[in-house]
């Protein structure tokens, strides 16, 4: 089969996509005019792209949409208008989560990159039925995952596993559960955090519930921080022998500045200082920690990929985009033994930690390495299942070569293919189930949750079920307890957003390629 390879394949489709828009059965797309109120402007100009990439852009082609309201609410109404798009979010609680995104920056921001403020730590909500005096009370917590160097949260003493029970000096309650947000630098500039502590009561059977004194609170004022999505990495050798690498990687991010994708890549530069490391030191066994990656651009997988597969792989089929039917499917291939010579391990197993967190290019990662044929052991729980990616578009229908209306810059992100590994699979939408269940957020059937441990260190509980697999130690499987231990557990919705990029991002390539 010919291969044609674009090495701008995005504009040529931006081409198509302009001359394309008039179909069959349906009304005119109208274009923006100079004109329309800006608004107006900006919503046609989601509504022309949605109408071409989006994944079930034919239903969007039959709605008739009201252009008079904000970008983000016109683009929430047309999603939520077709109703064949199930695999584009999840629904929590009753409320429906969408992976297609639009942002909006200034277009008249400084050209100079500045890291984003924040207060350097990655969290979760939780909630628990607290034994009063009075009674029994619902409360929300969130827990700290991990802390980021030379961060507030890090010069304030906070670290992994600590537990935040006030913020801004008010319990969480059902009716302000929304205060977690506060965590967000989004949705404040500083925060005042009391933290509050769950121990293991006398007989082993309970919890006991202690929070700090009020004098205690920390202040956090959020800062410029580089959040580099390669948090740990290692290299040691287990009591069996077996010398073993490890990488905590929190975010497929090529670099500094997502902004830049051209120029930006000093993350995948230092991926591939990583895995020389590895290489140099002759590891054995891998361990990849991924599970907070909530996923990121589809070159770094393909990097990761390409340096973990084994070498007799290289430069073949790995990840398929499938697009609507009115385009064609795009390739990507691992890269070649030339361009990763210096760095590929050539693995033929690799150990993955994934959770309900990990999604999009995490979950891409394990099934597409599996559709090569490498032996992916999946430690965790199951991940999310998103099976969907995205396209990065602002380059359509503006003088500009931007999507420059009034005073901001738009970007879309529409869900606009599904992922397929090299055998043509892709069957996780509801999730990978690990082949070695562990859950580190809750257990009601025990207390193991209670101490996390440090990420990166042999004791850290799924780090060590990774090691004991690798030296044939038995791992105990997590069953229900004959005692049931009661401590309050209630369902708890993760309000928390994460930030950082969303879903898996597929950008031109040298690698990328339409059959």
Request: net charge negative; proline share 4%.
């Amino acid at each position: 089969m010919k291969h044609t390879f674009v090495k701008y394949l995005h504009l040529v489709l931006l081409l198509v996509a302009t001359l394309g828009f008039v179909a069959c059965g349906h009304d005119p797309i109208p274009e923006p005019k100079p004109s329309d109120p800006e608004d107006v402007q900006v919503n046609k100009w989601t509504y022309q792209i949605l109408s071409y990439y989006y994944l079930w852009n034919e239903e969007v082609k039959a709605i008739h949409p009201a252009y008079e309201t904000d970008y983000q609410s016109f683009l929430t109404n047309i999603l939520t208008a077709v109703k064949v798009n199930t695999l584009d979010g999840k629904n929590y609680n009753g409320s429906r989560s969408f992976y297609s995104y639009i942002t909006a920056v200034p277009a008249t921001r400084a050209s100079s990159f500045t890291f984003p403020e924040t207060y350097g730590m990655s969290v979760r909500a939780y909630g628990f039925n607290i034994q009063t005096q009075t009674g029994t009370v619902l409360r929300y917590f969130a827990r700290i995952q991990y802390v980021t160097p030379n961060s507030p949260a890090a010069r304030a003493g906070l670290k992994r596993g600590d537990w935040i029970g006030r913020i801004d000096g008010k319990q969480i309650l059902p009716n302000n559960f929304s205060d977690i947000n506060k965590l967000l630098p989004t949705n404040s500039s500083s925060v005042k955090v009391l933290k509050c502590s769950f121990t293991a009561n006398a007989t082993g059977d309970g919890v006991i519930f202690k929070e700090e004194a009020e004098s205690n609170a920390i202040t956090l004022t959020r800062a410029a921080v580089e959040d580099n999505p390669i948090h740990t990495h290692k290299v040691l050798t287990t009591s069996g022998g077996t010398k073993v690498g490890y990488l905590l990687f929190n975010q497929f991010k090529r670099g500094y500045d997502d902004s830049d994708l051209e120029n930006s890549n000093e993350y995948e530069e230092q991926l591939r200082t990583v895995f020389r490391e590895f290489k140099s030191a002759c590891i054995e066994e891998l361990v990849l920690d991924l599970r907070y990656n909530g996923g990121g651009y589809v070159s770094t997988a393909q990097l990761l990929s390409s340096m973990i597969a084994p070498s007799a792989k290289l430069g073949s089929k790995w990840l398929e985009c499938r697009p609507n039917a009115s385009r064609k499917s795009s390739w990507y291939n691992l890269l070649t033994a030339t361009e990763v010579a210096d760095c590929n391990l050539s693995l033929s197993r690799l150990y993955v930690i994934a959770s309900g967190s990990s999604a999009s290019a995490s979950e891409l990662m394990i099934n597409n390495l599996r559709g090569l044929d490498v032996d992916v052991i999946h430690v965790g729980s199951t991940t999310e299942g998103k099976v969907v990616g995205m396209e990065v578009i602002d380059h359509l229908f503006n003088s500009k070569d931007k999507a420059i209306f009034g005073n901001y810059q738009y970007t879309l992100h529409p869900v606009s293919f599904r992922s397929y590994d090299a055998k043509g699979t892709s069957n996780y939408e509801k999730g990978l189930i690990p082949n070695h269940f562990y859950d580190e957020y809750m257990d009601e059937e025990s207390l193991r949750w209670i101490e996390w441990g440090e990420l990166g260190e042999p004791s850290e509980p799924m780090f060590k079920i990774a090691l004991n697999l690798i030296d044939g130690v038995a791992v105990e499987q997590s069953v229900s307890r004959a005692k049931h231990i009661n401590v309050g557990v209630v369902e708890c919705p993760n309000t928390l957003q994460n930030n950082a990029l969303r879903g898996t991002i597929a950008v031109p390539s040298d690698n990328f390629y339409t059959e």
